[in-house]
């Protein structure tokens, strides 16, 4: 059992020191933990994140799971991750910090159009225009080559009944299909009953042949204890007719 969509402290909506997630992994036994903490952008502006680390907190980051790693290397494998939006005037940058770290995988939460700067937040009710621009940045980025997976594809919030939708999130399928991407089920949302998970955005993605892997995306480490919720979201895919992967491409 693995789970690589799990978050600290640093950004500033999540509780518990890394190595109570790792206890709580191994306790139920997962053989493999990824942390995912929101990526750092090198802003041009002052802009100061409020749901991410701090450029200057990536250092501590890695050689913090560096040491847990190392520490836990008999027990379960740590892996070092982040979840990234695809911000295109910011991509040189994240780049260059993938080469000067050793990050082991980033997977796309594609939260804001363009920044958090100054961006719209694709949680918030969408107009067309806005789920489009939704599904052209997750497609941005999927052709990267970067991202090892989709986390919640289905954060964009509009209508599911509107034939409009239907569309716009087939065009991100073909693309997750095409590279051979996993889509996110994503327990925080279904344990907590947001919008997302969407039955009505699985079903698209299971008529176009979407591997599905699920995500804990874990604020607290007793989201990794929380076996019946994995286990009711395992039954729940499996009644949609999904195959769970834990597959996922890594960067080194």
Not at 31 to 59: C, K, N, V
Not at 85 to 106: A, N, Q, S
Not at 195 to 217: L, S
Request: net charge negative.
């Amino acid at each position: 059992m693995k789970n690589y969509h799990t978050h600290t402290k640093r950004c500033h909506h999540a509780i518990d020191n890394e190595e109570d997630y790792i206890q709580a992994a191994i306790a139920s036994g997962y053989t493999e933990l990824g942390f995912s903490d929101h990526s750092p952008w090198m802003y041009q502006s002052s802009f100061h994140p409020t749901m991410r680390m701090e450029a200057h907190e990536i250092s501590d980051y890695v050689s913090t799971l560096l040491k847990l790693k190392e520490k836990y290397k008999n027990q379960i494998s740590i892996k070092i991750g982040l979840e990234c939006e695809y911000f295109e005037k910011y991509m040189d940058g994240l780049k260059e910090m993938l080469k000067t770290y050793p990050i082991d995988y980033i997977i796309l939460g594609n939260h804001y159009d363009g920044s958090d700067e100054d961006g719209i937040y694709f949680g918030f009710p969408l107009k067309s225009w806005q789920l489009t621009q939704y599904v052209n940045s997750c497609i941005q980025a999927m052709e990267t080559g970067l991202y090892s997976y989709v986390a919640h594809p289905d954060l964009a919030n509009y209508p599911t009944d509107d034939p409009f939708y239907a569309e716009e999130m087939q065009r991100l399928c073909l693309k997750a299909k095409q590279y051979d991407i996993p889509l996110e089920f994503n327990l925080l949302g279904y344990r907590t009953h947001r919008h997302y998970p969407c039955d009505d955005f699985f079903k698209i993605a299971k008529d176009v042949g979407n591997r599905v892997i699920i995500g804990t995306d874990a604020h607290e480490a007793d989201a990794l204890l929380d076996m019946q919720t994995y286990q009711q979201a395992k039954n729940h895919l499996k009644d949609l007719g999904f195959d769970i992967t834990e597959d996922i491409r890594f960067l080194r």
